[in-house]
Structure formats: C-alpha cells, structure tokens
C-alpha cells in the first residue's frame, strides 16, 4: 500500500511540477543573493529519489542574452558534451515548432534510451518536452521544460524544471550515492549549459548571434 501511495504521489508531484510556469517562482533573499554570485539554485521535489522518481527545479544566471542560451539549449547534437552522463542526442524529425529526439544516457552499468518530443515557443522563450510513449523506452516518464528569462545587462535566468521515472530493475541496481548523482546531474542542467557557454566550443553560438 505504501509503494502505490508512494507511485501515486511521485506522479501528482510530476504533474503539478510541469503544470506550473516558471515566471511564478520566488526566490528568498539569501537566494537571490546566491544568483547574483553566480551559483545555481536546486531545488528537488520532496519525493525525489524515492522508488525510481527523480524531480525538481535548477536556476541560475548566464552571462548571455536569451537568444544564445536558446541556440545552446536547442544543440541536440552538443548535449553529450554539455551535459553528464549523456552519451548522445539527436534530432530525429522536425514538424513545425516540434522536434523528435532521441536520447541516450549512460551511468557506470546503466543505459537508458528513449525519445522527446519537444516543443519550441520561441516568443515565450520556452522549451518544452515530454517523453514519447509509442517509441523505445527504457524510463517510465520524462516531461518538463526550460524558461529562459531575458534580464539588464545582456544576462539571462534560466529555469529548467523536470520529473522523471525509471523502473525499479534499474533503481535496483543503483547505490544511495547514484540516486543523489541522478538528481543533480537533472536539476542541475542550467549549470552545465552555463559552463558550456564559457568554453571554447561554447563562443559559437555568441557569434551566430551577432551575425543576425
């Protein structure tokens, strides 16, 4: 009874987690102080690292406008060098505002793959995704987005907000340490693309931008 309470409250927590749009967040003081030195907020669900359920919220300031954090943020084929424990993206279709993409990510004796559909709404700076159930997939569920939000002085906040679910034959071989791992590598996402924006490879997308 525990576990399908437990199943039923990660999946309500996923739902209200992504229902919620990014510009309703409030940060504390002391948080906001943390943003304007350059930290990242995270800040996981209460059911996080619990039966498989992994969810939560990242934010942090770039040192970039909002057009070249989306340019990053849309290079599926960069992901394996922006992100940890992805070992490769890529885009399969493209209709519209909407992509397919196929990922797949690898922790020491774990391999996941599954596919996105994610939808891009340029205007609201948004991107969405969610994961596609008629595809191969080794998760149960993935859903959330990235909201970029324009700020003075060239500088943009980024909130990435996620939940997932992975079936408990993977859990089962993960350690307390792992979970913790997952959890961050998720909700930590807005670091890394700050940390990818200041390498060489990264200055790419600030010259694209300055030729439009």
């Not at 943003?35 to 939560?56: M, N």
């Not at 922006?82 to 399969?92: G, I, K, L, P, Y």
Request: glycine share 6%.
């Amino acid at each position: 009874m525990k576990t399908k309470l437990l199943a039923i409250t990660c999946i309500l927590s996923a739902f209200m987690l992504c229902s919620v749009t990014a510009s309703a967040v409030s940060f504390t003081p002391a948080e906001k102080d943390r943003l304007k030195a350059g930290k990242t907020i995270k800040k996981p669900l209460a059911s996080s690292c619990q039966k498989g359920f992994y969810g939560g919220s990242g934010y942090t300031l770039i040192d970039a406008p909002a057009d070249v954090v989306w340019q990053a943020i849309q290079d599926y084929e960069a992901y394996d060098n922006m992100f940890a424990a992805t070992s490769a993206v890529s885009q399969v279709a493209q209709k519209g505002n909407t992509a397919l993409i196929h990922y797949q990510m690898g922790y020491k004796l774990i391999s996941l793959e599954y596919y996105m559909e994610v939808k891009q709404d340029k205007a609201n700076y948004t991107l969405s995704f969610n994961m596609v159930e008629n595809k191969p997939h080794d998760i149960e569920m993935a859903r959330g987005y990235w909201k970029l939000f324009p700020q003075p002085g060239n500088r943009t906040l980024v909130a990435y907000v996620v939940s997932a679910k992975i079936p408990m034959g993977v859990v089962n071989l993960m350690n307390d340490d792992m979970h913790k791992l997952v959890e961050r590598n998720l909700i930590g996402a807005p670091n890394d693309v700050k940390k990818w924006l200041s390498t060489a490879a990264g200055k790419k997308y600030f010259t694209r931008t300055a030729r439009k």
